[in-house]
């Protein structure tokens, strides 16, 4: 739950907005079981659940910001403070 709270913090991984929800990775995914916790990336609502977000459109989400899990290692950097946005 404390690597959750931390990505809550953080700065929306596609738009830099500063309200964000935690998004558990989904590209590739197959299982009806969700994300590890550690697998988590922040999105704005708009970005995560809005009509153009990953989860009403997965495939234009990707098309355009490419694949979710591609983001797990630029959170990591985030956390690490190696990391800023724009």
Request: glycine share 6%.
């Amino acid at each position: 739950m404390r690597h959750m709270a931390r990505v809550a913090d953080l700065h929306c991984g596609c738009c830099s907005a500063t309200t964000v929800e935690v998004h558990h990775v989904i590209s590739g995914r197959y299982s009806q079981r969700r994300a590890a916790d550690t697998q988590t990336i922040p999105l704005c609502p708009p970005c995560h659940r809005g009509p153009l977000g990953i989860h009403a459109n997965k495939s234009a989400w990707e098309a355009k910001y490419g694949p979710d899990t591609d983001y797990l290692a630029i959170v990591a950097d985030m956390l690490a403070g190696e990391f800023n946005h724009p």
